[in-house]
């Protein structure tokens, strides 16, 4: 069933392609504008751990340091604006401008024994931070047919300044001297001054582009990593986040996917998406 379904799908997209064959879609000298939305995840890749206590132990973590979440988990969104050149009749340069939200979410556990008593407390508490960017990619793009559906590459960098960084905590505690395990969730604060004001990343990935009369929509993946880093070394300790969260940033960089559509519109230069015969 999976083998007919993967031969459907590139008989489809044969069709496609074969339909529009005859007719090359000149991009060279189009000016283009448009909107882009879409998802992302996140997955930190960490260099050096930070901590305020040494993590205490449970069955659920088992003494290790902070348990990152999944990948598919740490889904955020992004949106803004995009313009395009044509320079050839392949190869486009575009620039946008977004405003783009990573997440993630690591959970820690602390335990405390009073040695007199024997009396004990366990508090698992988990950190959800929100790192919200405005983000201005800058990529050249290229269309490998140049027809009416083209499959294309693109690559650049994308400069990013902080908005904002929200973040909040959800806590678990249990103590041998309380009958039940008491849960809190904290209200959500900014954490902006304890981030790198200036971001930057390398951006690159691949797609589908398609015309329908003048408009022109691009349906992609871009995968994101960063060049510098999004937590301040100089910061690191400030903000009172170690006092009252409890938490100090780890040291890291980000693997992001971003998974987006685009609709594009012909502003000037030739009139985009009229075919060239030959």
């Known amino acids: 069933m999976k083998t007919r379904n993967l031969l459907l799908f590139f008989s489809l997209f044969t069709l496609l392609t074969a339909s529009s064959s005859a007719q090359r879609y000149d991009r060279k000298n189009q000016f283009m504008i448009g909107l882009k939305g879409g998802v992302n995840f996140t997955d930190p890749l960490i260099s050096q751990r930070y901590s305020v206590f040494a993590p205490g132990v449970s069955s659920k973590h088992g003494g290790e340091a902070k348990i990152y979440e999944k990948f598919m988990k740490n889904m955020g969104y992004g949106g803004g604006v995009a313009i395009s050149y044509g320079i050839t009749r392949n190869l486009t340069l575009t620039l946008e ?76 505690m249990q103590s041998s001297v309380l009958p039940s395990e008491l849960e809190e969730q904290s209200a959500a604060t900014d954490e902006k001054g304890s981030y790198n004001q200036f971001y930057l990343s390398a951006v690159g990935g691949a797609g589908l582009s398609f015309y329908a009369g003048k408009t022109m929509f691009l349906l992609g993946a871009n995968g994101r990593y960063s060049i510098l880093q999004p937590t301040s070394d100089l910061h690191r300790f400030s903000n009172g986040s170690a006092s009252g969260n409890l938490d100090v940033q780890d040291k890291y960089r980000i693997l992001n996917l971003e998974l987006y559509l685009t609709v594009m519109f012909p502003i000037g230069g030739k009139c985009a998406g009229m075919p060239k015969f030959f």
């Open 97 to 172: 401008g977004l405003f783009y939200q990573y997440r993630l979410s690591y959970t820690n556990n602390y335990a405390w024994t009073d040695v007199q008593s024997g009396s004990s407390v366990t508090l698992d508490r988990t950190y959800y931070k929100r790192l919200n960017y405005f983000e201005i990619p800058l990529m050249f793009r290229y269309d490998i047919l140049a027809r009416r559906v083209s499959p294309f590459i693109q690559a650049g960098v994308s400069p990013a300044f902080v908005h904002s960084v929200q973040a909040s905590n959800r806590s678990q």
